[in-house]
C-alpha cells in the first residue's frame, strides 16, 4: 500500500470511521487535499476492500480496513517511544518524524523495536499502543478534560498527538502525570482553570481542554 493510501486510511479511522460515516468534507480538511482527490481516493480504497463509500454520506471502514489502520498506528506509536526515549527528541517533534517511518517498517522490524524497547504501553503523549490483535485504542480509565466536574483532582495521563498542543502543554510546564484541581470554569468561553499542588493557576481554552485526558483521583 502506498503512503497516501496510509495516510488517507489512518485519516478516516481517526475520524471515527469504525462506528460511523465519514464524510469528504471531514478527510479534505483533515488532510489538505481537494474533495475531487477524496473521492478518487474513496474508490481505490473501496477496490482494495479496505473502506465502504457512499456518496454524499461518506466511507466506513471495512473489517480489513480497520485492521490495517490499527497497525498503522501501532507503528506510529512505537517509532515516537523510540524518537522519545532513545533519540531524546521533545514530544512535540515526534509525530511528523514518526509519520515518515510507519510507511518504511515492516511487521517484524516493529516488533523488534517494540521488544528493544522494552514493550512500552503508552506513546510519549500517553496514548495506548494497541496490539496487532487488541482493538482498544482508548484507555478506560480516563476522561476527557472539558468533561470533569469542578473541584475535581485530576491527573494527566495523555495530550492528543497535535504539534501546536504539545508545544504549549510543554511551555506551561504541563507533564504527563502532573496533578492539578478544577478550580473554576469560564462562563464566557467555557476555558478551565486548574490548579496544580504548588498553587500556580493556568487557564485552558476549550481547545486544549479538548485535547487533553485525565485520570479522576
Known amino acids: 500500500m502506498t503512503p497516501n493510501k496510509e495516510n488517507y486510511l489512518k485519516a478516516v479511522y481517526e475520524l471515527g470511521g469504525v462506528e460511523r460515516h ?11 487535499i481537494t474533495g475531487a482527490s477524496a473521492t478518487e481516493m474513496n474508490n481505490r480504497l473501496e477496490k482494495d476492500g479496505l473502506l465502504n463509500y457512499t456518496p454524499y454520506r461518506g466511507v466506513v471502514l471495512t473489517e480489513k480496513g480497520h485492521q490495517e489502520a490499527i497497525n498503522l498506528v501501532r507503528k506510529h506509536r512505537i517509532w515516537e517511544v523510540f524518537l ?10 515526534v509525530n511528523e518524524e514518526a509519520d515518515h517511518l510507519e510507511h518504511a517498517s515492516s511487521d517484524r522490524l516493529i516488533e523488534r523495536l517494540y521488544d ?4 512500552p504501553k503508552y506513546d510519549p503523549h500517553g496514548a495506548l499502543i494497541p496490539s496487532w490483535h487488541d482493538r482498544q485504542m482508548i484507555d478506560e480509565s480516563t476522561v476527557i478534560l472539558s468533561s470533569v466536574e469542578l473541584g475535581s483532582q485530576v491527573k494527566i495521563r495523555e495530550v492528543v498527538d497535535s504539534q501546536e498542543v504539545l508545544s504549549y502543554v510543554q511551555n506551561i510546564g504541563m507533564t504527563l502525570g502532573k496533578t492539578y484541581t478544577v478550580v473554576r470554569q469560564e462562563a464566557l468561553d467555557g476555558s478551565i482553570v486548574l490548579k496544580d499542588e504548588q498553587g500556580q493557576q493556568i487557564l485552558l481554552s476549550p481547545i486544549l481542554t479538548q485535547s487533553i485526558f485525565v485520570e479522576v483521583i
Do not use: M
Open 116 to 119: 528493544y524497547l522494552g514493550r
Open 22 to 32: 465519514v464524510s469528504n468534507k471531514q478527510i479534505t480538511d483533515v488532510l489538505n
Open 84 to 93: 522519545y526515549d532513545i533519540l531524546k527528541y521533545n514530544w512535540d517533534e
